[in-house]
């Protein structure tokens, strides 16, 4: 039985990101295989542009640039500042993009592999490849050898690397087309379906790089269609302006036009 005054502590455990390691890379130098290609990618979930995947290449045996982590753990100054001397540092640097409309055709799962595979073709040849994520369908048949690691970004050199790149690219493309499309802030949320995103999508409807494939926008589009429906005359009285009073209601509505 205690009787006096005691504390009870619990384990300390640091909430500083990881660092990752070259661990596999080296053992893969080891055994022969030269150029290994890291891979990440960008931009799955947003409502809106691309995805985006890079991948990098190191020589064997190379120093690890400090301050290197998973792209999330960084600020936008960090990746900036970090994004030049990955390329200068790199043996090979490769960027590969699938476009909305891929993506709306394809799906995200499948669109992200193939900006994988064409930033892989863009490097100049590998020997093995790293990947973030869980395994992939028919990659190996695609790509040849590779590995995939849940938490790469964050336990993987190269592939933090490559999230880093893809990161930088993606983010500097939905700035200058959020100068395209002013409103819907993607300079600030590159894209995502943030509360000011969806409010602008409400409000200013839907560009030709929204996903017409993603939940969000489709309830943004549901919410324009539901806005023509509402200004269709349900009883006696003068139609809304663009409505001919005389103009049945079973005429088709052009939505979002």
Known sequence: MVTGPWRFRLPFRSMAPPTPTLRRERALWRAGARRVAGIDEVGVAPACGPVVAAAVIFRPNTRMIPGVRDSKTLSAAQREALAPEIR??????GIGAASVAEIDRLNIYHATHLAMRRALGRVGGHDHVLVDGLGIAGFEAEVGPYD?????????????????IAKVVR??????????????GWERNAGYATAEHRAAMATLGITPFHRRSFITTRRALEGVEQLDLDLVPVGPGTAPTGLAADEPLEAPLVIGG
């Open 88 to 93: 200068r540092r790199a043996l090979a640097v």
């Open 148 to 164: 995939a690691i849940v938490d790469g970004d964050a336990r993987v050199y190269t592939i933090a690397c490559a999230s880093i």
């Open 171 to 184: 983010d500097r493309l939905m700035a200058r087309l959020a100068v395209r499309h002013p409103g819907y």
